[in-house]
């Protein structure tokens, strides 16, 4: 088990860049959730997956944000034309299906620098 | 909808005192609580976690935290503060039921002096 991974950790690009991030979630866990944490704040919550599919996704996840999870196992986060406010760590959480199931694990995350 | 409060967004106690994080949280369901640990540019490590059953919980690294329905709180103690608990705490509830986002307090940053 090697827990959750998230590359890359850090990316700096130019405002109106594109950027993806990637993660990948430990083996075994079908859920996948995305979450965006700016500074002095804690992590708000981004998107859900269920195996392949997105079944939530939050009103802070604009249309320049997209959000895949292909066959079920790792995902990634699109975020087209960058704006400065896009400036955030980005944190990937797991967790398995299994009805009793709480607990998210989460990644190193992914720190986004927009300039 | 679901929210947490936590109050004091720094800490600051001696090597060896008491640690109180608190943390108070508003849920129109029977709530799962949770407290997560980050450390400098890193991820989020469970603590702890009060899901049913005993309302005093232990975690990793002597942690504890006690689920008080009548006062909907949750505060996160450990008897002796260690330098290692230096970092940025963060309380969060679920629902019990269904799909699961947290939904997180705005951390509290612990600060450990000799």
């Known amino acids: 088990d090697t827990g959750v991974s998230q590359n890359p950790r850090h990316k700096i690009t130019k405002r109106g860049q594109n950027v993806t991030f990637r993660c990948d979630p430990i083996?075994?866990?079908?859920?996948l959730y995305w979450y965006r944490q700016t500074l002095g704040q804690g992590p708000e919550f981004l998107t859900y997956f269920q195996n392949e599919a997105q079944l939530e996704k939050s009103r802070l996840l604009s249309d320049r944000f997209s959000a895949e999870r292909p066959k079920g196992s790792f995902s990634t986060l699109e975020i087209q034309r960058t704006e400065q406010g896009d400036s955030a760590m980005y944190l990937c959480?797991?967790?398995?299906?299994?009805?009793?199931?709480?607990?998210?694990?989460f990644g190193p995350g992914t720190r986004l620098t927009v300039t | 909808a679901q929210s947490v409060t936590q109050l004091g967004s720094h800490v600051s106690v001696s090597e060896g005192a008491l640690v109180l994080l608190r943390c108070n949280y508003s849920s129109s369901v029977p709530p799962y609580l949770f407290w997560y640990v980050q450390y400098p540019n890193q991820g989020l490590q469970l603590l702890l976690k009060y899901t049913t059953g005993a309302t005093l919980v232990k975690g990793i690294n002597g942690f504890e935290a006690e689920f008080k329905k009548s006062e909907t709180s949750f505060h996160l103690t450990k008897p002796s503060a260690h330098m290692s608990d230096a970092a940025e705490y963060f309380c969060a509830v679920t629902k019990n039921t269904g799909f699961q986002k947290l939904v997180f307090g705005t951390g509290t940053r612990l600060l450990v002096s000799p």
């Open positions: 083996s075994e866990h079908n859920r």
């Open positions: 959480a797991s967790s398995s299906g299994s009805p009793r199931s709480y607990e998210q694990y």
